[in-house]
């Protein structure tokens, strides 16, 4: 709003007084922050080394249990959106520790969740009563309103990364949540039936005796030794993007979008020695180093980046990723999903 001539200016004033107790409110003078010309996310670049967060959360599970949490879970919190339980401003992101012989009790919610798995072998994520046994760097989901729980028989820790789509559920006041009656959801299937069934790029025919998961979200384990395998096979012989590295999109094989009502996710391979060209795009996302070592420079931020460590690319901030003498192997999920539902996605190469 320009600016007003102060006896017209003390004139409004009392207008908006007398307005205020009837809950009314001049756009005019709020337009500028509600309509701005390019977005200015209040979520900030940050990095979390993986090896410090670690230590906070076995030392929280030397105090609590999973069962007394419910979910024994460091949040990652953008530091410029603290006291939000937000990494984004429509994504959560924390770092859930299950120990030897722990469950995490079944229950079941609005929000959509997936779960990339940080360290240990051989535990599992039990989907509607069938379990994934999970190894460092698969990507597991838990799609709203299914039944999951939690459980380590193994003799070694188990920490994933959850991320949710916590903050986007509360913009709609749409939260429901429920827990079973008993710790586990009884099996329905053997652990790998539905990898078995829908992991292959097939799934069974229409009215087929195996299509038991809902059709129109049927897959949710996508094993590390598969998208690994696929991401080096297409980085040998593909043309390198120069803006994203060599990149593949974790797809629902029902329809081919993305994984998750809500939530994008994808894996990048930079080669050793490449810095990617400038890039920004309206999806804040969420980075984890799988293998090698470089920098991440977003805006005027450089972090520096080793294997298992977190870091955020808030909303419209450009982003260039450097591979150090090795090949860099970046997991990342973001809110892709929701924006191009909403005809909201831009991307930008520079």
């Excluded at 007398?18 to 010309?37: F, G, N, S």
């Excluded at 670049?45 to 007394?68: C, N, P, T, V």
Aim: glycine share 8%.
């Amino acid at each position: 709003m320009t600016q007003l001539p102060n006896d017209q200016r003390q004139q409004l004033e009392a207008l908006y007084d007398q307005m205020d107790p009837k809950a009314l409110t001049p756009l005019w003078e709020v337009l500028h922050a509600l309509v701005k010309p390019e977005p200015k996310p209040e979520a900030i670049a940050h990095g979390w080394s993986y090896d410090e967060a670690r230590d906070y959360l076995m030392r929280a599970g030397d105090l609590i249990s999973a069962e007394q949490a419910e979910r024994r879970v460091l949040i990652l919190e953008n530091p410029g959106i603290r006291g939000q339980s937000a990494i984004t401003g429509s994504l959560y992101a924390g770092l859930q520790l299950i120990l030897p012989g722990e469950i995490a009790p079944c229950h079941r919610h609005s929000q959509c969740a997936l779960r990339f798995v940080m360290e240990g072998s051989g535990a599992y994520t039990a989907l509607d009563g069938e379990k994934a046994v999970m190894n460092p760097f698969d990507l597991v989901l838990t799609p709203n309103w299914q039944w999951h729980d939690h459980g380590n028989p193994t003799d070694q820790p188990m920490i994933w990364l959850d991320g949710l789509d916590i903050p986007t559920v509360r913009l709609f006041d749409a939260t429901f949540a429920d827990r079973l009656d008993d710790k586990v959801h009884p099996e329905t299937a053997p652990p790998g039936a539905t990898l078995a069934t829908y992991g292959s790029n097939l799934r069974p025919l229409d009215g087929s005796a195996a299509a038991r998961r809902p059709a129109q979200r049927p897959l949710f384990h996508y094993p590390y030794a598969q998208w690994r395998k696929a991401l080096g096979e297409m980085a040998a012989s593909a043309t390198l993007d120069p803006h994203l590295g060599h990149a593949l999109e974790f797809t629902n094989p029902a329809d081919g979008g993305p994984i998750l009502a809500t939530i994008s996710a994808h894996v990048r391979l930079i080669p050793a020695g490449i810095t990617t060209l400038p890039r920004r795009a309206t999806d804040g996302t969420v980075f984890v180093v799988c293998e090698g070592s470089g920098r991440a420079r977003i805006g005027e931020t450089s972090i520096e980046l080793a294997p298992r460590s977190i870091f955020v690319v808030p909303c419209w901030q450009i982003l260039e990723l450097e591979a150090a003498d090795e090949d860099l192997v970046l997991f990342g999920y973001s809110d892709k999903a929701s924006q191009q539902k909403l005809e909201l996605y831009q991307e930008e190469r520079l």
